[in-house]
């Protein structure tokens, strides 16, 4: 069946950086983008950015370029999403996506999510 | 950009009540909008996919409607599993914007 794993919480203090993999199985990994979300507390979804596993192309909403970085192993199915220069407001719960587009557009998973914490 | 906005923000609603959610674009998204439900500590999950699609396993008392910037969901008889937050997403254009979320709470 298809899953996305996500790593566990992190914590780190502001202006550090953090990097969140996902990891991929039960499906073509290279046949659906990978998205990226995130959620602080109490709040609603922020779509982030999203990356092409094929070719490795990225998408990154313009609040987050500079200090956004989508990455992927293709040998281990394995999207990678860090944030530098975090802040406090960058405490959330991220996500990662997979899903399809056209014809494929009911394919739709999503990781258990990540808990970033940023805090001194 | 394109924004989404969703109304109400929350809705009060009874088991067995019919009950339709808005949300409206900036700009036309043709018929690239999902919903979503999510539940508290829940990842969310698909609902409807390209406006009027039911994803896999959604019971039939969910349908969607609407093209260009009107959006609906509705519930035809609110079951207890389905009190939750609901979110629409377009899928039109990159940055692949979520509209701000509708909750349903019993009433």
């Known amino acids: 069946q298809v899953q996305l794993v996500q790593s566990g919480s992190e914590v780190k203090k502001p202006g550090a950086s953090v990097k969140v993999s996902c990891k991929a199985s039960?499906?073509?990994?290279?046949?659906?983008?990978m998205h990226w979300m995130r959620q602080a507390p109490r709040q609603g979804l922020e779509w982030m950015g999203v990356?092409?596993?094929?070719?490795?192309?990225?998408t990154y909403a313009k609040q987050f370029q500079g200090r956004l970085t989508m990455t992927r192993d293709l040998s281990t199915s394995t999207v990678y999403m860090e944030v530098g220069s975090l802040r406090s407001d960058d405490s959330a719960v991220y996500y990662c996506?997979?899903?399809?587009?056209?014809?494929?557009?009911?394919?739709?998973?999503w990781g258990q999510g990540t808990l970033v914490t940023v805090s001194s | 950009e394109i924004v989404l906005t969703q109304s109400p923000a929350t809705l009060s609603l009874s088991p067995g009540e019919r009950v339709t959610l808005s949300c409206t674009a900036s700009q036309s998204v043709s018929m690239y909008l999902a919903w979503y439900q999510q539940k508290v500590g829940q990842a969310p999950r698909l609902v409807i996919y390209d406006a009027s699609n039911r994803a896999t396993g959604i019971p039939a008392r969910f349908s969607g409607s609407g093209s260009g910037t009107d959006f609906t969901l509705t519930i035809t008889s609110l079951e207890p599993e389905d009190f939750a937050v609901y979110y629409c997403q377009q899928r039109s254009n990159w940055p692949y914007t979520f509209g701000q979320g509708t909750k349903l709470q019993i009433k």
């Open positions: 996506a997979a899903y399809g587009s056209g014809i494929h557009a009911s394919f739709d998973y």
């Open positions: 039960g499906y073509s990994f290279t046949r659906y983008y």
């Open positions: 990356i092409d596993p094929s070719g490795g192309g990225t």
